[in-house]
């Protein structure tokens, strides 16, 4: 059984700054990816930023020099440093943890940011 938790979501004007965390836990020893995805009003979930467990970082190019995604692996947890939050990243940030083998992805439950300008 895994479970995996976001925190760190809210309320923030425009400009402003929010930290979210993740934590995955259970029955697997590590993860080979971990990151964050987002949906907003209307829209698909997409990309937000990924981390692999050897650091290698991928961001949506929205959030390029803004966002900083950063990992624990001893501890299976990610966060995801935002900065200068503008009205167009208001969505429900859901955090995904991937397993290598067998192939499987987990997610965890979301938390709703919300920018307002």
């Known amino acids: 059984q895994v479970q995996v938790v976001e925190s760190g979501g809210g309320l923030v004007q425009a400009g402003g700054s929010l930290r979210l965390s993740c934590a995955a836990s259970?029955?697997?020893?590590?993860?080979?990816?971990m990151g964050w995805y987002r949906q907003g009003p209307g829209k698909q979930r997409e990309l937000v930023a990924v981390?692999?467990?050897?650091?290698?970082?991928n961001y949506a190019d929205s959030v390029k020099g803004r966002f900083t995604i950063s990992n624990d692996n001893a501890k299976n947890t990610v966060t995801l440093q935002m900065n200068n939050l503008q009205p167009e990243d208001t969505g429900v940030y859901y955090c995904k943890a991937d397993v290598r083998l067998p192939p499987r992805s987990y997610w965890g439950q979301g938390t709703q940011v919300t920018v307002s300008s």
């Open positions: 981390i692999t467990v050897g650091g290698i970082t």
């Open positions: 259970g029955s697997i020893f590590s993860f080979s990816v």
